[in-house]
């Protein structure tokens, strides 16, 4: 089968965690995130923000942040149940969280609070319930544009990681951050790979793909 340009990409693509020191150009990253612009996203709002954190002090808050959360997590599990297992966990998290202070680029991602889909009307209206499930589309827009700035920077000869468990442990980065009107969905780093991290196996289609 013929292996397209598109297919190498998306079969080439790791999470890189481990980075070379030396920074990217500033236009490659640009490129990235232009190809995140090109992402649908419900009726074309274009809620998605990338905040390049460039501040030493900015990251010298965030890692603090993360490691009172990291204390005041590992200290609640003591009482609760399983707590060596939890303990583990919080670890686990937190490895899988503090490299990406060591990413010559840092992104904190996510989304403008100004996008008023139809269930938020609805619900502002007392029309439906807060909340309602199923209509968080918001976070798809979020997944696509990301998706675009990782194959991109795949195509560049930059690796990323996007990065949830940070957001386990720091409190209100918004606010650490002086980010107004938005909701931080999760961090990416960014840089030369410095690793080459094995294939991740994935399911298979029976499992992902059936016809009802
Ligand atoms: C929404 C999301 C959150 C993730 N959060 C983290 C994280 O906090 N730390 C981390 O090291 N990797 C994180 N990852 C990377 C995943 O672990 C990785 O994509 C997965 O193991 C598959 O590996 P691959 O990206 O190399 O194909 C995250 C990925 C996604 C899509």
């Given at each position: 089968?013929?292996?397209?340009?598109l297919d190498?990409?998306?079969n080439e693509?790791?999470?890189i965690?481990?980075?070379k020191?030396e920074?990217?150009p500033?236009e490659?990253?640009r490129?990235?995130?232009?190809?995140?612009?090109?992402?649908?996203s419900p009726?074309n709002?274009?809620p998605?923000r990338f905040i390049?954190?460039?501040s030493p002090e900015?990251?010298?808050?965030l890692?603090r942040?993360?490691?009172?959360?990291?204390?005041?997590?590992?200290?609640?599990v003591?009482?609760?149940?399983?707590?060596?297992r939890?303990?583990?966990?919080?670890?686990?998290?937190?490895?899988?969280?503090?490299?990406?202070?060591?990413?010559?680029?840092?992104?904190?991602?996510g989304t403008?609070?100004?996008?008023?889909?139809?269930?938020?009307?609805?619900?502002q209206?007392?029309?439906m319930?807060?909340?309602?499930?199923?209509h968080?589309?918001?976070?798809?827009?979020v997944?696509?544009?990301?998706?675009?700035?990782?194959?991109?920077?795949?195509?560049?000869?930059?690796?990323s990681?996007?990065?949830?468990?940070?957001?386990?442990?720091?409190?209100e980065?918004?606010?650490?951050?002086g980010?107004?009107?938005m909701?931080?969905?999760?961090?990416v780093?960014t840089?030369?790979?410095?690793e080459?991290?094995?294939?991740?196996?994935?399911k298979?289609?029976?499992?992902?793909?059936r016809k009802i």
């Amino acid at each position: 089968m013929d292996i397209t340009p598109l297919d190498k990409l998306l079969n080439e693509r790791r999470s890189i965690r481990k980075y070379k020191s030396e920074c990217p150009p500033d236009e490659w990253i640009r490129k990235m995130i232009l190809a995140a612009m090109k992402a649908p996203s419900p009726s074309n709002s274009q809620p998605v923000r990338f905040i390049r954190i460039l501040s030493p002090e900015l990251k010298d808050r965030l890692l603090r942040g993360m490691r009172e959360g990291e204390g005041r997590l590992l200290e609640a599990v003591k009482n609760a149940s399983s707590p060596k297992r939890l303990k583990n966990w919080v670890n686990t998290y937190s490895r899988f969280s503090e490299f990406m202070f060591d990413a010559p680029v840092l992104f904190a991602v996510g989304t403008t609070m100004t996008f008023l889909n139809l269930a938020k009307r609805l619900s502002q209206a007392g029309a439906m319930e807060q909340g309602h499930k199923r209509h968080r589309d918001i976070d798809i827009a979020v997944g696509l544009a990301l998706h675009g700035y990782l194959l991109k920077g795949e195509e560049l000869g930059l690796g990323s990681c996007i990065l949830t468990a940070p957001l386990i442990f720091i409190r209100e980065p918004e606010g650490i951050l002086g980010l107004k009107g938005m909701e931080i969905k999760c961090f990416v780093a960014t840089g030369y790979p410095d690793e080459e991290p094995a294939y991740i196996k994935r399911k298979d289609i029976s499992e992902i793909y059936r016809k009802i």
